[in-house]
């Protein structure tokens, strides 16, 4: 297992004050932390929200190590790239590279999976999106910006730390 980096705890809730932050009404549209397919734009996608929280617990991004520089706009290109990583489903890629936790163990820091508001992915069959515990909720970025939900809406959850996945940009590159 990684080991968490130091100070994780502060640096972790820094990050989801600065998210919803920025997902209120009025921010700047430049600095707005918001929904969009495109993990390398300005906005993000529930992979690219959690993958950045992850990031402050672990020091790197297992987006950016795992996928590269693949990019998609859309529900249908996140569930090709879901594909070529061998999954199905997103929650069948989180199991390939994380390990799973009872929920009634959940902790501060881990992963967690949702049932989807946003509707143009469950267009393709995908039900679940992925978010970030932090008691009592997990936040989810959807598209009306940051949403928290109470942790009982949680159906799986991910220990970050078991990442058994690259941790240096050299994996899956190239578009989707």
Excluded at 47 to 60: R, S
Excluded at 129 to 158: H, M, R, T
């Amino acid at each position: 297992m990684l080991t968490k980096l130091p100070h994780w705890n502060a640096a972790f809730q820094a990050f989801l004050l600065d998210a919803a932050r920025k997902s209120r009404p009025g921010v700047p549209a430049e600095e707005a932390m918001t929904f969009n397919w495109d993990p390398h734009s300005a906005g993000l996608n529930c992979v690219g929200f959690t993958a950045a929280g992850v990031e402050t617990q672990l020091g790197f991004n297992f987006y950016k190590v795992t996928c590269g520089d693949a990019k998609y706009d859309s529900p249908l290109g996140a569930l090709r790239l879901i594909r070529k990583m061998g999954g199905d489903t997103l929650d069948g890629v989180f199991s390939q590279y994380f390990q799973e936790r009872e929920l009634a163990f959940m902790q501060i820091g881990d992963i967690g999976m949702v049932e989807s508001t946003e509707p143009s992915s469950l267009e393709v069959g995908q039900n679940l999106a992925c978010g970030l515990i932090s008691a009592p909720y997990i936040y989810c970025i959807q598209p009306n910006g940051l949403e928290k939900f109470p942790l009982d809406k949680v159906v799986k959850a991910f220990i970050p730390e078991s990442w058994n996945g690259p941790t240096e940009a050299n994996a899956t590159k190239g578009a989707v």
